[in-house]
C-alpha cells in the first residue's frame, strides 16, 4: 500500500514569506509526528497529533510555526516570517492508534526547506 | 533531560568487515531503543528495536543488545555489503506518553567493494 507522502519535496522561499508543507498518512494511522532534520544533524521532534488535537507541541521551536490536522488526515505545517534558519527537511511520521510507544512510526521523504 | 549520543562517522569499511556503531543514552525510566537507517535518496526506515533490558532486536543481519547498566545499544553486523552503505541514526522513546522519538546525530556507513 501507499506510504507517508509528503509535497513538495523541495521548497525554494526568501527570508519573510510563508510556507505551507503537507503530509499525507498511512490510510488508518492516526497518530502522525513532525520532525525536522538540519543537515548533519538526526530529527528532532516538532509536534505530535492523535487524530485531530496536536497532543504534544512541545518541539516548535516559536509562535512562527504552526501546523494543523482538521479531519485527522492530512496535516499541514506552516512556517510564518521565514528565517534562513528554518533551511532544514521536515520529515512526517505516521503510526497506528495509540501512543506510538511500541508502534513502529513510518516516516515520509521529506519536504527540503531552503529560504534564501 | 533525555538523549541520544551516536559515534561520529563517517565509518569506512571494506566489504565482509565487522561493523560496530556506538550508542549510548540518557534516560528517564526504562525507555525502548531503536535503530533506523536512511538510504541515499529513501526515507528513514526501521531497522531495529529492543523494549527492554537485555532485550537483543535483530534484522537484516544487524543486531543490537539493550543494555542498561552501560546505558547503550551499540549496532553491529558481522559482515557489512555495499548495499548497508547508509547514514545509521539511534533513537529512543521519549518516557513520556507520546510517542516521540529522540533521535542521535547520525552515523553515516560507506562500504567500499
Known amino acids: 500500500g501507499a506510504g507517508v507522502s509528503q509535497t513538495p519535496s523541495n521548497k525554494v522561499t526568501e527570508k519573510g514569506k510563508y510556507v505551507e508543507l503537507r503530509c499525507d498518512p498511512i490510510?488508518?494511522?492516526?497518530?502522525l509526528y513532525w520532525y525536522r532534520q538540519s543537515l548533519g544533524q538526526g530529527p528532532e521532534f516538532l509536534i505530535y497529533?492523535?487524530?485531530?488535537?496536536?497532543?504534544?507541541d512541545s518541539g516548535l521551536p516559536n509562535d512562527r510555526f504552526f501546523a494543523v490536522r482538521p479531519e485527522g488526515s492530512v496535516s499541514t505545517l506552516k512556517i510564518q516570517r521565514t528565517e534562513r534558519g528554518d533551511s532544514a527537511v521536515y520529515l512526517c511520521?505516521?503510526?497506528?492508534?495509540?501512543?506510538?510507544?511500541?508502534?513502529?512510526?513510518?516516516f515520509g521523504p521529506g519536504t527540503r526547506l531552503t529560504v534564501l | 533531560g533525555d538523549s541520544v549520543t551516536q559515534m561520529e562517522g563517517p565509518v569506512t569499511l571494506s566489504e565482509e568487515a565487522f561493523l560496530t556503531i556506538n550508542c549510548t543514552y540518557t534516560?528517564?525510566?526504562?525507555?525502548?531503543l531503536f535503530w533506523y537507517v536512511q538510504y541515499p535518496g529513501e526515507g528513514l526506515q526501521l531497522l531495529l528495536k529492543?523494549?527492554?533490558?537485555?532485550d537483543k532486536g535483530s534484522n537484516k543481519g544487524f543486531e543490537a543488545t539493550y543494555r542498561k547498566e552501560t546505558t547503550s545499544f551499540h549496532l553491529e553486523k558481522g559482515s557489512v555489503q555495499v548495499s548497508d552503505s547508509a547514514v545509521y541514526f539511534c533513537?529512543?522513546?521519549?518516557?513520556?506518553?507520546?510517542?516521540?522519538?529522540?533521535f542521535g546525530q547520525g552515523t553515516t556507513l560507506q562500504v567500499k567493494p
Open positions: 490510510s488508518g494511522h492516526t497518530a
Open positions: 534516560a528517564t525510566g526504562y525507555p525502548s
Open positions: 497529533f492523535q487524530g485531530t488535537g496536536a497532543a504534544d
Open positions: 529492543a523494549t527492554k533490558a537485555d
Open positions: 511520521a505516521s503510526s497506528l492508534p495509540g501512543t506510538g510507544l511500541y508502534n513502529e512510526q513510518f
Open positions: 533513537a529512543l522513546i521519549y518516557s513520556g506518553n507520546t510517542g516521540k522519538l529522540i
